[in-house]
């Protein structure tokens, strides 16, 4: 039986848990027979394994399978010929040696596993380290919410390192969810098979919010970008909690609970602007105390109902990406991962990492838009971002957004399932009204404001929704009806779900 030689010298760091000889085991398995090679490629990486050099060594039986190349000593060997650490216990020859002994081969999948537990042990104490040592340096700017954050997002990096394996699906569990999809279209009336935006023509369009879809719901100032946010959150929220108390299980419901994230408006005014369009009052009026008794008795009932709202509010300003997704985790931890829809308004008041955002702007997006796709994934949520438009927009004569009007980086366009845009003519219309006539004026400025009130009277109160991208779906845009006085969009030709 071959005896492995010692490699690492015995120093502090012995002490973190590990196992070399399961990786010397290991190692010399996958080089005798590459059938388990083929097996363990994927659930490791050369970081794992504690040795330096076994991971150099794995390195290169993964780069050789993946030529579909022989991994034995004699292949290898001219890799490691100048290797300073292979020098170091005798040369090449250690691949030799690796194979003297055919243990490993009856616990290769055993041993894989423990080096890879190992390392995220390893993993914990280097993260644990670094919060003790963080936590004493108060040199700098004392922040504790950040450094939690920052460990939770560490943390949660260990966690989900490593899962490939368990992210593969047979073609049997793919198909499974599919029918499973189109059964709950079919259930819904033949039109939405994830959750309900609350408006007919956009789930029509759209067939509603899918899980671990990236939607990006971008206009121009004054479009009513979070207006309609809101409307699609609440929409979500109340058809959660009616098919909830109907008796229908989470699973099966065409709503959701809904994370908002509200990076702008604070989460009192953001509340008031939803009960204020539910209780059908202007939500400026309300703002400034101009309502009547009867109002102010629509809004107590509208509050009384709504109470139970499945709907969160976190208004955090300045929130980078990592704790987003901090936050969202805790939030799905206290309620039972059953939070179904994150809204964030908006995209660029995101920050990246320090990193990201010492490379620029566009670097910074770049990583937030990765950063939110991610989150849709792992957290298997539909995750609808707003996003303002660059300013070229106004400098044509037609103002309708396109892609290309994303503000910052194209990343945005690459990253997302579904960009939609909001666009009411009326708002550019009613900004070009001309001179109002007065009792002496031409006959000239009559009739061009009477040409301006007929435009007016054909755009007011009409958005349009312009579906630009759809990954699963056609393009194209739904006409909707806008109450600027309480900020509600609904359908034109009724409402419903």
Do not use: C
Request: hydrophobic fraction near 40%; aromatic fraction near 6%; proline fraction near 3%.
């Amino acid at each position: 039986m071959a005896t492995i030689i010692p490699i690492s010298p015995v120093t502090e760091s012995t002490s973190l848990p590990q196992n070399v000889e399961a990786e010397a085991a290991m190692l010399g398995a996958m080089m005798i027979d590459n059938r388990l090679a083929d097996d363990l490629i994927d659930k490791l990486e050369p970081e794992h394994f504690f040795e330096p050099l076994h991971g150099r060594i794995f390195g290169a039986i993964k780069t050789a399978r993946a030529a579909d190349m022989l991994a034995t000593p004699v292949t290898l060997r001219p890799m490691f010929e100048s290797d300073a650490g292979m020098k170091e216990v005798g040369g090449p020859a250690y691949l030799a040696q690796l194979t003297g002994s055919g243990a490993g081969l009856i616990g290769a999948r055993q041993f894989a596993q423990q080096i890879y537990d190992l390392a995220m042990l390893r993993t914990l104490v280097t993260v644990g380290r670094g919060l003790v040592e963080r936590a004493m340096d108060t040199s700098e700017e004392v922040n504790p919410r950040a450094q939690i954050e920052a460990a939770e997002e560490e943390l949660f990096k260990v966690a989900a390192d490593g899962g490939t394996e368990s992210a593969v699906k047979t073609f049997a569990q793919a198909t499974t969810m599919a029918v499973k999809m189109a059964q709950r279209a079919l259930n819904s009336g033949g039109h939405l098979s994830g959750i309900t935006t609350g408006l007919d023509s956009v789930n029509s369009k759209i067939g509603g919010m899918h899980n671990s879809d990236l939607m990006i719901l971008a206009g121009r100032p004054g479009m009513g970008k979070t207006s309609l946010a809101t409307n699609i959150a609440f929409n979500a929220a109340q058809r959660y909690m009616r098919d909830r108390a109907d008796g229908m299980e989470h699973s099966a419901s065409m709503g959701a609970k809904v994370a908002f994230f509200s990076l702008e408006m604070s989460a009192d005014q953001l509340a008031t602007r939803i009960l204020a369009e539910q209780a059908r009052i202007s939500s400026e009026a309300l703002r400034m105390g101009k309502i009547s008794r009867q109002e102010f008795n629509q809004l107590a009932a509208a509050a009384a109902d709504l109470e139970n709202l499945p709907l969160f509010i976190d208004d955090t300003a300045g929130l980078t990406i990592g704790g987003l997704h901090t936050r969202m985790r805790r939030l799905q931890r206290r309620h039972n991962n059953e939070i179904g829809l994150v809204i964030i308004d908006y995209l660029q008041l995101l920050t990246g990492s320090a990193k990201a955002s010492s490379d620029g702007r566009v670097q910074e997006i770049s990583e937030i838009s990765r950063g939110l796709k991610t989150l849709a994934k792992d957290m298997n949520v539909p995750v609808m971002a707003l996003s303002q438009l660059s300013r070229q927009v106004e400098s044509r004569e037609d103002k309708r957004p396109q892609l290309s009007d994303l503000r910052e980086s194209g990343s945005i366009e690459q990253d997302a399932d579904i960009v939609m845009f909001v666009f009411r003519e009326d708002y550019y219309v009613a900004a070009k009204e001309p001179k109002r006539p007065t009792e002496g004026d031409n006959a000239k400025i009559f009739e061009d404001h009477a040409q301006w009130a007929t435009d007016m009277e054909r755009v007011f109160g009409l958005a349009e929704l312009i579906v630009a991208k759809q990954r699963h779906g056609a393009t194209g845009k739904v006409m909707l009806k806008f109450e600027p006085s309480v900020t509600r969009f609904s359908d034109l030709v009724g409402e419903g779900y």
